[in-house]
């Protein structure tokens, strides 16, 4: 799969924005922000962090966009940057546990107060899994799994080759699944 191009109306916007258009970074900023927000939310696991981590990426990529190529690929270079971004804001914040908030994703119209909680626990269980792989690995799933990249997307995006790519999906999948079905256990266990 070739890597995704950047639209004449998006080159159009990164070389007026690359001329200082405030306005044109404006709507690039518009255009990507859920999908910087969904990578650094994931890498996070804190909406407060995946804010400052997103607004850092954006000021990040405000200040380094003289330097980026129009042609190239926009998505993958902000998805680098806010990659980055969220490791740099996880690197200064202490340590400390997902609340109940943070880890919560499920919809507000589930049946009853157990499956709520059931769900609510395994959203805490895959995120806090999340967590747990390394820098590498977890840069790598969110890009493929929370961003949508291509195998080659991702290599180009952290700078790796695709088998480096491959070696961290599987390893990541393999490390969540062993992870989970721990986790799986535990609940049954709790639930029986």
Known sequence: MALTQTDDTEINLIEQAQNGDRNA??????????????VVLRMCADPGLAEDAAQEAFTRAWLNLPSFEPRACLR????????????DVLRRKPEEPLTDEQGQMISDNAPDPETILIEKEQAMDIQLALQSLPEAARSTLVLREYGGLSYQEIAGV?????????????????????????????MENEYA
Do not use: D, F, K
């Open 76 to 87: 993958n270079w902000l998805y680098r940057i806010a990659i980055n971004a969220a490791l």
């Open 158 to 186: 952290l700078e790796v080759p695709v088998g480096t790519v491959m070696s961290r999906l599987n390893y990541a999948r393999t490390r969540l699944r062993e992870i989970l079905m721990v986790s799986h256990a535990r």
């Open 25 to 38: 970074y404006g709507e690039l900023v518009r255009r990507h922000y859920q999908g910087v927000v969904r």
